[in-house]
Structures are given as C-alpha cells and as structure tokens.
C-alpha cells in the first residue's frame, strides 16, 4: 500500500527540542520530493519544509527557518524533521507530503506536536 | 508571498446543489493552483491539480478553472460526503502557500 506514516510527536516544553520522522512505503520514495505541512488546532494549512529527491535542495519557510531541519534517508525511506528551540506557536499537526510534481499528491495521517509548559 | 484569499469562508448547502468555492491570488501565479480536500479528523487529499487538471479516483462532480489570479473549485451535485474543508495551494513561487479554507456543510 501506498502510505506515509508520521511518528515522533508528543508534548514538549517551550525552547525543547523534537525529532518528527515519516516512514514512506509503496512506492520509490528516493524519486520524490517531499515536504512538511502543518496545521494549528482549529486552523488552516502551513507549509514549513521542503527537500529535493537527493537532499541537495532545502527550502523553510520564514516562521521556522534557523530553527527546524528537515533531512531524509533514501536508504530506509524515511524523512525527518528536527525541530529545535519550540515555541507555543509551533504547536500542531505535522504531515509529511509527497509531491507529485510542485502539487502535494500523498499525504501522512499527521503527528501532534505541542508545546506547553 | 503570495497571499491566496478564498471565499466563501463558510457554505451550507443542500445535498445535489452546486456549490462555487473561489481562490484568488495576489499576483499572478500562471496554472500553479491546486485543490485539497480535508474530511474531520483527516489528512487532506488532492482534488484537483494546477487548476483544472482531473485527479485519478476524484468523482467527476469535482471540477477546476481559472488562471492567473482567479480560480474556481465546483462541486456539481454536491453528496452527503462532500462535507470537509476545501483548500487551495499555490506552487509557483516560495514560499508555497494555502488560502484560509473553505468549510462546507451539508444542510
């Protein structure tokens, strides 16, 4: 089956630090690019992190750059998400994303992130 | 960045009516307007892609147009199931973006 499946989110105090990894299956994840998305309780869409089928393009968004990594490992067909220095704000449900070409064409089931003292 | 404005921002409508959902960009943005669509409690999954471009296993009630700065999701015929939050994407320029959403409920 097709399938992404996020893990590593949890609760984790202002200013901690979190690893997000998502499992890729079904297909040949080193082909494709991928990206992170998240989403605020009760909230719209973010897009936070992209990188290139190899690694060697990484693209941020404003709000989390100098703050979050994202990394993959074609070898075991996961992608990560280090996230460093969390605030309040950074609370949400994180999805990986396949694209398809630029459009998200797979997506994850999400894992929850907060921060809260 | 390229801010992408959507409306309505909410719908109640009645199941086999058509419903509109508009998505406008600050600037020019070409064909590069996807469509989402995020049930309760889901992930979102593809509708259509840039701008009219037919998703395989996508009901054909769902249909796209525009460019430019002026797009439209239809849903002709609107089922019980439609019932989710619509999103539009922009992937011509980073950093890539989401209008607000559009939440549709079924009367």
């Known amino acids: 089956e097709v399938q992404l499946v996020e893990s590593g989110g949890g609760l984790v105090q202002p200013g901690g630090s979190l690893r997000l990894s998502c499992a890729a299956s079904?297909?040949?994840?080193?082909?494709?690019?991928m990206n992170w998305v998240r989403q605020a309780p009760g909230k719209g869409l973010e897009w936070v992190s992209y990188?290139?089928?190899?690694?060697?393009?990484?693209y941020y968004a404003d709000s989390v750059k100098g703050r979050f990594t994202i990394s993959r490992d074609n070898a075991k067909n996961s992608l990560y998400l280090q996230m460093n220095s969390l605030r309040a704000e950074d609370t949400a449900v994180y999805y990986c994303?396949?694209?398809?070409?630029?459009?998200?064409?797979?997506w994850g089931r999400g894992t929850l992130v907060t921060v809260s003292s | 960045e390229i801010v992408l404005t959507q409306s309505p921002d909410f719908q109640s409508v009645t199941p086999k009516e058509k419903v509109t959902i508009t998505c406008r960009a600050s600037?020019?943005?070409?064909?590069?307007l996807h469509w989402y669509q995020q049930k309760p409690d889901q992930s979102p999954k593809l509708l259509i892609k840039?701008?009219?471009q037919s998703i395989s296993g996508v009901p054909s009630r769902f249909s796209g147009s525009g460019s430019g700065t002026d797009f439209t999701l239809t849903i002709n015929s609107l089922e019980a199931e439609d019932a989710a939050a619509y999103y539009c994407?922009?992937?011509?320029?980073?950093?890539?973006?989401f209008g607000q959403g559009t939440k549709v409920e079924i009367k």
């Open positions: 994303a396949r694209a398809g070409s630029t459009e998200f064409d797979l």
């Open positions: 840039y701008a009219s």
């Open positions: 079904g297909f040949t994840f080193s082909s494709y690019e």
């Open positions: 994407h922009q992937s011509s320029s980073l950093p890539w973006t």
């Open positions: 990188i290139s089928s190899s690694g060697s393009t990484i």
């Open positions: 600037q020019s943005i070409g064909s590069s």
